[in-house]
Nanobody
Framework: QVQLVESGGGLVQAGGSLRLSCAAS????????MAWYRQAPGKQRELVAA???????NFADSVKGRFTISRDNAKNAVYLQMGGLKPEDTAVYYC?????????WGQGTLVTVSS
C-alpha cells in the first residue's frame, strides 16, 4: 500500500501562482511514476503532468510553459509549480503514484482561480 497526502491548494487570482505538494509513504518502488491529474466540475479527470523516478516529464498541452513538475526521491515527494494560472485551471488536483503494477491516488486538493 502507498499513501499519498497532497497540500498547497487554495484560491488564487488569475495570473497568480501556486505550488502543490504530494508526499508518498508506504511500500514505494524505486522505479515509479508520480503524476498530477485534475478534475473540473462536470469534466473527466485529466493528466496534468507526470514525472518518472529518473526525472523524465510530460505535460498536458494546456499547461506547457506554465506548470513545472519536480520530485524529491529521498522524500518520496512530488511537486507541481503552477504559474500563469487561468480560471480554466480551476479543479480538484489529484496526486497519483504508479509502481510495481499498482496505482494509488491522493484525496485531492482544490485549486480555484478567480478571474
Amino acid at each position: 500500500q502507498v499513501q499519498l497526502v497532497e497540500s498547497g491548494g487554495g484560491l488564487v487570482q488569475a495570473g497568480g501562482s501556486l505550488r502543490l505538494s504530494c508526499a508518498a509513504s508506504g511500500s514505494i518502488f524505486i522505479d515509479n511514476v508520480m503524476a498530477w491529474y485534475r478534475q473540473a466540475p462536470g469534466k473527466q479527470r485529466e493528466l496534468v503532468a507526470a514525472i518518472t523516478s529518473g526525472g523524465s516529464t510530460n505535460f498536458a498541452d494546456s499547461v506547457k510553459g506554465r506548470f513545472t513538475i519536480s520530485r524529491d526521491n529521498a522524500k518520496n515527494a512530488v511537486y507541481l509549480q503552477m504559474g500563469g494560472l487561468k480560471p480554466e485551471d480551476t479543479a480538484v488536483y489529484y496526486c497519483c503514484y504508479r509502481g510495481g503494477y499498482l496505482e494509488f491516488w491522493g484525496q485531492g486538493t482544490l485549486v480555484t482561480v478567480s478571474s
